[in-house]
Structure formats: C-alpha cells, structure tokens
C-alpha cells in the first residue's frame, strides 16, 4: 500500500483521538470508525488489534473490536501533515563519522529523512544517533542528482523507516529504490 488515502488518515486521526479518550487507551466500535478501515490500517502496521481476552476486559459491555495506535501509526500522524506542507533546505556539509558505510539517496529521499529528522522530538521512533550528522555530511554523487552518505548500519535502518514514512505519506518510490539498491527495508510487525 502507498501514501495513505484522506479517508485512511482521517480514520487513524479519530482513533488515535477515540483511544485517548478511555482509559484503557483502546479504540472500540462504539467510535463510529468502520472495522473495514481499522482492518487495512492494521495490515500496513499503523494499528493493532485487541485478542479476545483484552476485548472481555473492556467496559461497559463486550467490545466487538478495539485498536489502538502502534508507534508507526504514531508517527504517521506526526510526518504525514509536515510532508505535505513544508520543504526543508538544504543542511551544510560536515565531517563525516568513521564505521560507515556508503548509501546514495536521490534529493526527494534525502528530503524524506530531513523531514524526518526535524520532526524526531514528536515521533516514537527516533532517528539513530549520529544519522542527522551523516545528513549534514551528504555530498554530491560524481554523476547523476543523487547524495552520498556514510552511514552506520542503525542509520540505514533509520534513513529506511522515515522512507517508509514517505511511503505512507507521499511516494513508495524512494523506499523501494533504497531496498533495492542497499538491502534495507523497514517492515512493521503486525498482529
């Protein structure tokens, strides 16, 4: 699944919001969100759903279903609305960090992991240390539009979540072309 759809979006918005509202910090039928949405949100790893022992559990009266936000779901919520609104500037260059490795990004995959950086106090899944440094560091490739980056290998692992937040977001086409070419891909557990 690609970018999310409004109506995607804004049933993960009212979950998140109808699972703040109990204690419980579950999200259940009586929210009016259909089950059929929850269910696809859950298969792309945004949500997770209660088992039947947390759905006994929940009051008054049996739910039928209840979800709540995992941390990507978070976070999805927090990258999608700034990626669709702003466009980060180009950062200096810096010293760049020994045990690396070298990974190239084209400028709207870059771009992703900046966007992703600056918004990194609000997301559950914090960029590795270093990885805003190694974006500072980025030169030009010697042919074509791409960036040159050297980075540890929890770095990559961070540069592949915020493209799988781009993918969510906006395009598939960065994350893919990073998988592809540097056998990183970030992958949710779902439940």
Known sequence: MGALKDPEHQALAALRNEQAQHDHGWATDSSGIGLNI???????????????????????????????????????????????????SPRPAHEIPEGTREVELLPAALEAVRLYLSLAGDLHRAPAPGLA???????????????????????ADSIAYALWLEA????????????????????????
């Not at 072309?177 to 540097?182: P, T, V």
């Open 38 to 88: 929850v269910d696809r949100l859950r298969k792309i790893g945004l949500c997770e759903m209660a088992d039947a022992d947390t759905l006994n559990q929940l009051g008054p009266g049996p739910a039928h279903w209840a979800a709540r936000l995992t941390p990507e779901g978070h976070d999805t919520l927090v990258y999608l609305p700034a990626r669709r609104s702003t466009t980060p």
């Open 133 to 155: 440094e190694a974006v500072r560091a980025a030169q030009r490739a010697d042919t074509g539009t791409g960036w040159r980056l050297n980075v540890t290998a929890p770095q």
């Open 168 to 191: 969510r977001a906006h395009s598939m086409g960065p994350a893919n072309r990073f998988a592809r070419q540097h056998d990183s891909q970030y992958k949710p557990s779902t439940r």
